[in-house]
């Protein structure tokens, strides 16, 4: 040891105390022989992962030349430059000191040992202070976990026992439905079998009425020259006996009118045989304290000044909800529904049932409780059989591994860049949802997304969000792509307004194109972090960060003693500099890549002969199918053949799927239906309809009539257009799209037939379309292929949250309506297209 610590002043050629400073590049440059003892004690002290890197070579190959005897000193170092585990050379705790003052260096040694040992710590003091804490913190969870499940079951059995027991004490709703006629000259009487003082009463009326649209093109000597027919109610205080089927009228005392109800007829030759146009209103006859039951009658009174006799159907039902009434309870209703999704306090189909069955129970308290033949009718079975076909298809489908194969090809196509990837996929989804119901084509799209996300690491949710996006704004574009699209296109108003699919597709298509590019941009830029695309952070990166940390803990656990150290400290310093280059390298290399182009064409070789085609028989036989459903599609937009609903083309291509693949047993098919996903829009639109039955509906479209009305003629058609684009959109993220298109169309015919508005009405159909298709990305449940897409990725195992959505689809959906805004207006108040 001596003779080496003499050897020491012949590497340097001068002592410590007369060695000259060295400049930063001479650290970088020293030389084996330019170690001095200090130098090689402090590499000793250094972890194993750095002492041993190439960078250090110089301080291993003295330390190896100058201890002769160690039995390792040949171990070849791996290609990093690390010795394998097994060969490691002697640790600092059985090297030979390199300094007779050992004394004078146990602080240096201590703090080496220190580092040394704090890549395993062995920190029993802290571990239990943590543990203990922990501890805690647990059981406060704990605790606060069973309080809040405790809570949340006692709600839950609240609202059973709250509807539970309004069923059983409220019948059925009993709608009195009579036919009759009016003749010409007569007072038609329906005596009603009421005791109450106030009478209200909501009366339906279907006979020969002259459609509303046409009514309201009538001008003024129009209006009083057409033949009508009047309805209003009675109170009677009589003086004599009623028998109970008709009235003396020598024996009424007092007589109260309510206000009248007329409505214009159709000409003399439509009146018989005729289909029956639909009316509707509410009468009212205030209290009469001063009446009193036994002697008080009420009746339904009509007459009408046609010379013929009308003939026509009455409804009518007592006591109908008040609009303030209903609207606050079909709010309080939807806010349930929505905190019992978006605090997950419960699963998603279990809150619509809850809510819906509970919306059910607020309509038995005002008397409207629906018989089960009418609750059957709420249901969209269109839209539940088109599912549920869908579900069956790809259900026999996947058994193919056609949609790994198709993954494994995109992975081809986009050569492992990432971008290339997702817009891809959204681009295949929106073309696709122009000609196919979305729905559709989110449920063939789903599964072959999530299987490429699998193989290249990605997370399924951000990019299956993204497609959805992209499936609700391609079916926008056509007739047939959504469902709000075919309700209006179908619209007898619409048809004869010179709306067809021609320019249908044509005006949309230019709008849908400028939303397809904010969208893209939009979802870059909130997806510019690319690692929350991924569902972990690349391995070769991972690494390369270990090895940072670990160096930068080397550097600053040497003390600043000496210039000897600071000779390591600069080797160390120039490695993290190489270090952080490579990994600023490799960082932007994996925002365009999902893989290295090293290892892309080992990994598709690889990836190609894991996910073959598994049974081409089976996959002519779907073939076969999905291209017939496919092709009636496309044929659904012609009128000579939509002779088949798109729910019974999906029946049939899976009928004709399941007798090819003649299966024994069906229950493995039947067993990855997306049972859940039904039941769910089934929930979803008995809800729908019971708001609608409260009147929220209905009074979002008369507040969107009256804002309109009371606008200035010149602005009229800018502002109407912009109501209808963000009261449809904004409102169909939190309703279903479907009830509120319907009754929106509704709305949009009225504002665009009345001659004193002076509204063209192509304008505000195509607001309506941006506002009721576009506003269903705003949420989950916005429109029914998010819920689709979200109940497949939840069956492969990948869940997506109400906010998850709404953090992504909220910004983009206001987006939408920006663009669709400035579109509209640019079109129709500045070029006038229509």
């Known amino acids: ?65 100058e201890i002769g005897n160690i039995e390792d000193e040949n171990v070849p170092l791996n290609s990093n430059g690390s010795v394998p585990e097994s060969k490691r050379l002697p640790l600092v705790k059985s090297a030979p000191h390199l300094n007779n003052s050992i004394n004078s260096n146990n602080s240096v040694n201590d703090a080496y040992v220190n580092f040394k040992d704090s890549e395993e710590p062995d920190n029993n003091h802290g571990n239990k202070i943590e543990m ?108 004599g006996d009623f028998d109970g089927v008709d009235v003396n009228e020598s024996i009424i005392a007092q007589r109260e009118v309510s206000d009248h109800w007329s409505i214009l007829l159709q000409g003399n030759e439509f009146l018989d045989f005729n289909q029956g146009e639909p009316r509707s209103t509410t009468l009212t006859l205030p209290t009469n304290s001063s009446s009193s039951n036994n002697s008080t009658v009420y009746a339904i009174r009509m007459n009408t000044t046609s010379s013929k006799i009308v003939p026509l159907t009455l409804a009518f039902t007592m006591d109908p909800v008040e609009v303030a009434n209903g609207v606050a309870y079909a709010c309080l209703l939807l806010c349930g529904l929505y905190v019992l999704i978006i605090f997950e306090i419960v699963n998603r189909s279990m809150a619509a049932i809850i809510i819906s069955t509970t919306s059910l129970a607020v309509l038995s308290l005002i008397g409207e409780r629906p018989s089960i033949p009418e609750l059957v009718s709420w249901l969209d079975i269109e839209t539940l059989l088109l599912l549920f ?168 656990s040497l003390p600043h003693l000496s210039k000897d150290q600071h000779v390591v400290r600069e080797i160390l310093e120039r490695k993290v500099t190489k270090l952080n280059t490579k990994l600023m390298a490799l960082e932007k290399q994996s925002t365009k890549r999902v893989f290295p182009k090293e290892t892309f064409h080992s990994t598709l070789i690889e990836l190609k002969e894991k996910y073959k085609i598994r049974d081409k028989a089976l996959l002519i036989k779907a073939t076969v199918a999905i291209s017939f459903v496919v092709l009636v599609f496309f044929l659904h937009s012609i009128p000579e053949f939509n002779r088949v609903s798109l729910g019974w083309t999906a029946l049939l291509g899976a009928i004709l799927l399941l007798t090819l693949a003649d299966r024994e047993d069906l229950e493995p098919i039947l067993h990855r239906v997306e049972w859940s ?77 009345n001659l004193q508005l002076g509204l063209p009405m192509a304008p505000l159909i195509w607001a309506l379309l941006f506002g009721a298709s576009l506003g269903g990305n705003d949420t989950l449940i916005g429109a029914s292929a998010n819920v689709v897409c979200a109940g497949v990725a939840e069956q492969h195992g990948y869940r997506f949250t109400f906010l998850q959505f709404f953090r992504v689809g909220f910004p983009v959906m206001i987006g939408h309506l920006i663009v669709s805004s400035l579109y509209l207006l640019v079109c129709h108040c500045v070029f006038t297209w229509h």
């Open 1 to 65: 040891m001596s003779k080496f610590l003499k050897n020491v002043k012949k590497w340097t050629g001068v002592s410590r105390a007369s060695t000259p400073e060295l400049s930063r590049s001479q650290y970088s440059l020293v030389s084996c022989g330019e170690l001095s003892a200090e130098a090689i004690q402090v590499w000793l002290g250094l972890p194993k992962k750095i002492k041993y890197d190439p960078e250090l070579e110089p301080f291993r190959q003295r330390y190896e030349k």
């Open 132 to 239: 203990q804490n922990h501890g805690s913190t647990h059981k406060k969870q704990t605790k606060m976990a069973i309080a809040s499940h405790y809570v949340k079951m006692m709600l839950l059995i609240a609202c059973w026992i709250f509807f539970t027991i309004v069923f059983m004490l409220y019948n059925e709703k009993e709608v009195i439905r009579r036919t009759s006629y009016v003749a010409p000259g007569e007072i038609k009487n329906y005596i009603l079998n009421v005791s109450s003082d106030k009478i209200v009463a909501l009366v339906k009326l279907s006979g020969p009425f002259l459609p509303e649209p046409t009514e309201e093109h009538l001008n003024a000597s129009e209006l009083i020259k057409a033949d009508k027919i009047t309805v209003w109610l009675e109170r009677w205080t009589l003086d």
């Open 389 to 556: 076909s869908m579900m069956l298809l790809v259900a026999i489908t996947t058994e193919t591994g056609i949609f790994d194969f198709l993954a494994v090809f995109t992975f081809e196509v986009t050569r492992g860049k990432l971008w290339p990837l997702i817009s891809l996929l959204c681009a295949i989804t929106g073309l696709i949802s122009t000609f196919l119901d979305n729905v559709t084509t989110v449920l063939l799209m789903t599964p072959v997304t999530i299987r490429l996300c699998e193989v290249m690491n990605l997370d399924p949710i951000p990019i299956l969000m993204s497609m959805v996006l992209f499936s609700n704004i391609g079916g926008t574009a056509t007739p047939v792509g959504d469902p709000p699209n075919v309700i209006i296109a179908s619209n007898k108003v619409v048809v004869q307004s010179g709306i067809n699919f021609t320019n249908f597709t044509l005006h949309m298509s230019v709008g849908v194109l400028l939303v397809c590019v904010q969208t893209y941009f939009q979802l870059r830029y909130i997806y510019r972090d690319t690692s929350k695309l991924r569902l972990s952070v690349p391995t070769d990166i991972q690494e390369l960060r270990h090895q940072i940390s670990i160096w930068r803990r080397a550097i600053e």
């Open 677 to 753: 996903t039904l039941l769910f829009f089934a929930s979803l639109f008995v809800l729908m309809e019971a708001l609608s039955k409260l009147g929220l509906i209905e009074f979002i479209g008369g507040i969107t009539e009256d804002l309109i009305l009371k606008v200035n003629e010149n602005a009229r058609l800018a502002v109407a257009i912009l109501l209808i684009l963000w009261v449809s959109g904004l409102t169909s993220a939190f309703v279903d799209n479907i009830p509120l298109t319907t009754m929106m169309v509704r709305v949009v015919t009225t504002l665009g037939s």
